[in-house]
């Protein structure tokens, strides 16, 4: 077994080094690449995509696979070698189940679906890309045919982004939180609204891009081993777990969209860097799921970014790079003005209580696309009951409407829950944490972020993509994903700041 | 035939996007990579090297191409078909000609050796590199065993950068233009010396850079299939033709290397934007030869940018950037202390008048180690011995002399005179465009290279790899490379620059 162990470390060695390669090329794409790179750019991409898929589902990998499997009932399911075993073979049988013509298929019709989109949004005439949707659906739904069948057909969806989780799970979770959501909201618009004038300035761009730096090397994000850089549409990249950047967005007009981003994208390359040296070029040397990202980039901007604690040791230091914008701002309307609640159209504008009500409406839309019990042209209506009705508000336009995001023009259905999941996580792990550091607030108010850092690394980091997300979550805080944790969050935060 | 050339257009398509890929991971290396990404980044480029060597040195290459070959008969031996098939099977063959084995010894030998280097410089100590540059000197003794035997075993490590090029041809080549040069130098040292001290002020990095931009602009770089980034060494890299950039260097105690540097890697760039789409992913995408690239490079950078002509139209434009730097200084004192001739150790730093012969000194050391008619521990002393020979100055140590170059630690013998050639062949192809062009100087007082461009891309840049490098400079100028236009021009430049 040993040889076989070390040529699957080979194999997959070569096809991590082709995906950091795409990884890379994807990052200069958007940071660096002069616009006559575009094409050959696209074609640069698509080969080393197409020679790590051919790569890893080739003939010899499956035997290799399922020699190794025949390992798996000797090993100790909870060690490192099942897990290399079982998670490479679960990869190996979901990349073998699709056929090639049909990723070929599904490449052109995204294509086009995103030109569509595109243009559809900058007209707002949803009647453009309307078609086009109904091809994305229709090869979700054909996609889904290719996997052994699932207790719903959206389960294999959401498989891609958060492998093991159910639809029905999702659902439960959801269904629960809604009302609760959509009750706090209520409570809140109630109240008389909190004072953000001073958001709305003029800032200088490179304070506060400074800033922002400071804040990412507190939470301790390793420069030796990453980057930043300004890019239209903040992201994280990993290019290997030494070689993890983030980059950032200036926006006149969102001042703190900056600083607020870097927090949020820290999050995730924390998350990439901590991922043990072991998992080095394997198929485990990523994270676990998007959900579980997500929960480690809402939590560095929300329960630490967001938090009076935070702000009592940093406060200060804003105030001295923004003497006349921050000057007459104490700290406790600063607190409360970047805590603001303000239900809007656009999805990624969206503040904590908020957010997931856009993501459960999505969620709803895509499984009925899936099931086919709406029909597509219906959606902008639907879209607008439904944003009445969560968050009382109507969208002016579909463009700040259902045109909003990218994600079904790129063909992918099943990716948006995995935002609200990652919320739900990070007040669950949040929570966790607190009980077992009673000196969270503190060592927050020192700007000392090592103590969570450390068990951030110790109990998701380094495993990267060994465990499940529903396990994983389960291993660290006892129970399942769970919509509790992050009510009581969400009711304590805005209850204090607008006396609920 | 027709689908077999598509064929070979598929198969070598892929193979330029692999080597597309490496190319941006070593421009990402040299321009933003964090230092913990260079472990992984010797994986991924080794991997993409690795498959891109593997697919064109496949059977089915194989046989395709000899399959392709039986067609050359038919076909005219100086159209765009016939060359496509003998370049890319020259290409071929000489891929196959070496071991696997053997690729994997050299790079071992030179990685260590590259360190040995590193080390022997700093401490400018030979006897830490010269095992090292032993190993190197055996390793390319036996490379040319590898390949059908040559006039001369030099031939084959020259055909490696400059395709076709003989030994023996440099060496006339060569031994004919020693004499003169050091004769040309002799007289010029007896002259007065001209003033350069204003090049030694202090200029702002910023100002520098944006006129850097200017003049690479008015060259006619296309901005929108490029980009020019700050680099510890300045280089032009190409990702497809599309997409070629160039990075510059500042060294406050140099101001004007960023200025010229910048001249030169826009030569480069120009010459890989220029080269005709049609030979886009295919092996022909790139230049003719590195001597063929160095002329481009040499005669932007010193042709134009050197030429009084040139400065005539910008220098009125660079004092008014640098008031008080050249306000004083006229447009001939700037002339004069741009082209001052001053012999100098060290061959990156070395003036028109005396780079050539830096480049004799190696190529002859290179000679004698391949033949073995020289003991590398004598290399030190044979050296500068030279240098008191040609250029009438001995270095202060060996980390100014024998240690200064990379090239050899990284494997590379016959490398050097690619530079030496690329001057040649810039004074060959100028003094054909003035002779076709008789406005050319009017041309260059008015800032407009629009004609020397044009000239260039369809006589040089558009053909790519089509052509051998004698064999183009034959086609342009009606006679092989020739050493006498080169050193008609240093005469006159000089002899009224030092009045000889």
Known sequence: MQAQLQKLTELTAEIADLNHANALLGWDQHVYMPPGGAEERGNMMGTLGKLAHEKFTSEEMGKLLADLKTHLPELDADGDTYRLISVTARDYEKSTCVPPEFIAEQAQVTAMAQQAWVEARTKSDFSIFCPHLEKVVE?????????????????TLLDTYEPGMKTAEVKAIFDGLRPLQVELLRAISQRPQ?????????YDEKTMWDFSVEVATAFGYDWKRGRQDPTAHPFCQSIGPDDVRITSRWVPELPYALLFGTMHETGHALYEQGV?????????????????????????????GRSRAFWEHFYPRLQERFKTQLGNVSLDQFY??????QPSCIRVEADEATYNLHIMLRLELEIAMLEGSVA?????????AKMQDYLGIVPPDDARGVLQDVHWSGGMLGYFST??????????????FKSLNPELNNQL??????????????EIHQHGRKYQPQELVERVTGSKID??????????????????
């Open 419 to 432: 935002y609200a999941l990652g919320n739900l996580i990070s007040a669950q792990l949040w929570e966790k």
């Open 139 to 155: 090869l979700n739904q054909r996609f889904v045919t290719f996997f052994p069948p699932a207790d719903h057909p959206y389960d």
């Open 276 to 304: 043990d040296h072991s998992w080095n070029r394997t198929a485990l040397e990523s994270g676990a799921s998007l959900g579980i990202h997500e929960s480690q980039s809402r939590m560095w901007e929300n329960q630490v």
């Open 376 to 384: 597509i042209k219906d959606l902008p209506e639907i879209w607008n």
């Open 445 to 458: 108010r020192q700007g000392d972020f090592s103590a969570l850092l450390a068990w951030l690394r110790g």
């Open 483 to 500: 919509p509790a944790p992050y009510i009581i969050y969400l009711k304590e935060k805005y209850g204090e700041i607008y006396g609920l």
């Open 336 to 341: 409360r003005g970047i805590n603001r609640v």
């Open 194 to 202: 909190v004072e953000d004038a001073f958001m709305h300035l003029d």
